[in-house]
């Protein structure tokens, strides 16, 4: 499968014409805006199947945020948290996008926003960014962390920023990075490279998990054994946060064309860990398909073979692509996707304006999952690497769903938040 680098992609996006974004956005000063941007990794196979419908009709409730941008420049990735371990800092919530500035637009960086009125205002507090991600080697596929737990020298409450570096290169050899904040995200240090690929093979998406004993487990995507295995999901640990392990693998599957991605990890109301992912290839069955396993401990996800089954709504419609999970206030799980399908394989009229749900708090069993509107609904998405891709959804202090997503436009991909009761 071919891929689009995030400057190739961000190149096409600022010499297009065509816009296609987020249904009636309004802007931060409450005017109507339109929808800007694209740009991002691309992870699927094939293009768009059709469909054209306008999705789910829900007005704003009394406590609902219309959709606005995150900030005026190119927003992709986004990642949000709602602070737990800062004491009298707890309850605030950060954010994160990849941007990209210059003249040439390729000096890429994390840019880091704060909200300490539970989501009604953001601003910018911080920038993580080294020689490889400000020399144009590209950057993609971040994640922001909170540490639960001391991990060597950095505190409970340290905060950590991954990205995935060097897909711009001209021979091509990628690194996963790490960066440490323990000033709530203001200033930002690298502390490791966990791995460099050996080969112009792509590595992916990061995301953290850390265990009762202290160690913390980094899941990625890694491309590097693409005779055996087009993609496959690995994962590495330190107890310290700056040596790292050798990466094994938590998922690869025996179709070497299968491409098993995307993970997102979170802990379940009962100690056990959850991680959605998504498996795309030209078959079928794969498809950009979503899945969930449930785990003791993240360090160990069972058989690297194994199959899931496939995450379906109650009423057999199906989320695919760049799936992300939240645990509510009440337990039960929210599963975010960048699009939505039919029974019979078709872009549901939903597409890009819900959530799934499921008050199956230990995702094992029959799990029902149940349709509900998303907070920042957007139009048409595509399997293309910005509209939609990987919202990401959080409960603030207030009780408010705020969701953090990206939509396309004429001059580069755009980040939106919004929320609802």
Aim: proline share 7%.
């Amino acid at each position: 499968m071919q891929r689009r680098t995030l400057t190739t992609a961000l190149t096409a996006a600022l010499t297009g014409t065509a816009v296609a974004g987020i249904a009636g956005p309004a802007s931060a000063d409450g005017t109507s805006g339109g929808t800007d941007g694209t740009g991002g990794r691309s992870h699927g196979t094939g293009g768009r199947a059709g469909g054209t419908g306008t999705g789910t009709d829900v007005g704003p409730g009394p406590a609902d945020q219309a959709p606005r941008l995150l900030h005026e420049g190119i927003g992709l990735y986004p990642r949000a948290i709602r602070l737990a371990h800062q004491g009298a800092a707890d309850d605030r919530l950060l954010a994160s996008v990849v941007t990209f500035e210059g003249a040439d637009g390729a000096e890429g960086s994390g840019a880091i926003f704060e909200s300490t009125d539970g989501g009604a205002t953001f601003a910018q507090v911080g920038k993580v960014f080294d020689e490889a991600t400000q020399g144009g080697e590209g950057i993609c596929c971040a994640t922001l962390y909170e540490l639960p737990r001391a991990i060597g020298d950095l505190p409970e409450g340290a905060l950590l920023w991954s990205a995935s570096v060097g897909a711009d290169r001209a021979e091509r050899r990628m690194t996963i990075r790490v960066w440490a904040s323990t000033d709530l995200g203001r200033s930002w240090e690298r502390v490791a490279i966990t791995h460099a690929a050996a080969n112009e093979g792509g590595m992916w998406e990061p995301e953290f998990a850390t265990t009762d004993d202290g160690t913390l487990v980094l899941l990625y995507c890694d491309e590097t054994d693409g005779k055996r295995h087009s993609q496959k999901i690995v994962l590495q640990t330190s107890t310290d946060a700056l040596t790292w392990s050798d990466p094994v693998p938590v998922i690869e599957l025996e179709d070497p064309a299968s491409r098993p991605g995307m993970p997102n990890v979170r802990r379940l109301p009962d100690g056990r860990w959850a991680m959605t992912y998504e498996v795309c290839g030209p078959s079928p069955t794969d498809a950009c398909r979503l899945f969930v396993r449930t785990a003791d401990d993240p360090r160990d996800w069972g058989p690297v073979t194994a199959r899931d089954a496939v995450i379906v709504a109650d009423d057999g419609t199906e989320p695919r692509h760049t799936p992300t999970l939240t645990l509510d206030a009440d337990g039960s799980v929210i599963l975010g996707s960048q699009m939505h399908y039919t029974v019979d394989g078709a872009i549901s009229p939903n597409n890009g304006q819900v959530l799934l749900r499921t008050r199956n708090s230990a995702l094992t069993g029959d799990i029902s999952w149940a349709t509900e509107p998303a907070p920042v609904p957007v139009e048409d998405p595509d399997d293309s690497p910005c509209p939609n891709y990987s919202p990401t959804i959080v409960r603030t202090a207030a009780g408010q769903l705020l969701e953090i997503t990206t939509a396309p436009g004429s001059d580069g991909c755009r980040a939106w938040y919004g929320s609802r009761g």
